[in-house]
């Protein structure tokens, strides 16, 4: 059964002199305007909150792929940086990632990172977007 989240936003005025609120069904609030989105600064983006929900959704299928390898991480820190340019689009998701995650070397840890990559339900949903692995760092 599938499990379903939900945002709205409210509009007000045109692209270049209007704003907006985005309420996440968990009742968090963000403001936005096209200068943040197109200038960057002073509200949120569309594109935030896809780096938010790649870089969430990855730490977890990461977490996946090791634990089904039998490596349990201690931690996982992954970040992701959406571009967006004006009048082209979304062009990039950039993630990046450092583990503790006892028993691996850095390369087999890379490995699994960029099998997290493919396997992260929201870079399938991204699938007409540039997705690299910028860093995959293991930890002492």
């Not at 409210?10 to 200038?39: C, K, M, N, P, V």
């Not at 931690?75 to 992701?80: E, N």
Request: with cysteine; glycine share 12%.
């Amino acid at each position: 059964m599938p499990i379903t989240s939900t945002a709205s936003t409210q509009w007000t005025g045109g692209l270049g002199s209007g704003s907006g609120t985005t309420t996440l069904g968990t009742g968090s609030t963000f403001d936005l305007t096209w200068r943040a989105r197109a200038e960057e600064g002073g509200a949120s983006t569309p594109e935030e909150f896809l780096a938010a929900a790649h870089a969430s959704c990855y730490a977890m299928a990461l977490s996946h792929t090791l634990g089904e390898a039998g490596h349990e991480p201690e931690t996982l820190a992954t970040s992701a940086k959406v571009s967006f340019v004006p009048g082209t689009g979304i062009t990039t998701s950039v993630l990046t990632v450092q583990g503790s995650v006892p028993g691996l070397t850095q390369e087999q840890f890379a490995e699994y990172a960029e099998q997290a990559k493919a396997g992260c339900p929201v870079s399938q949903a991204l699938a007409g977007v540039e997705i690299r692995l910028e860093s995959a760092e293991l930890s002492a």
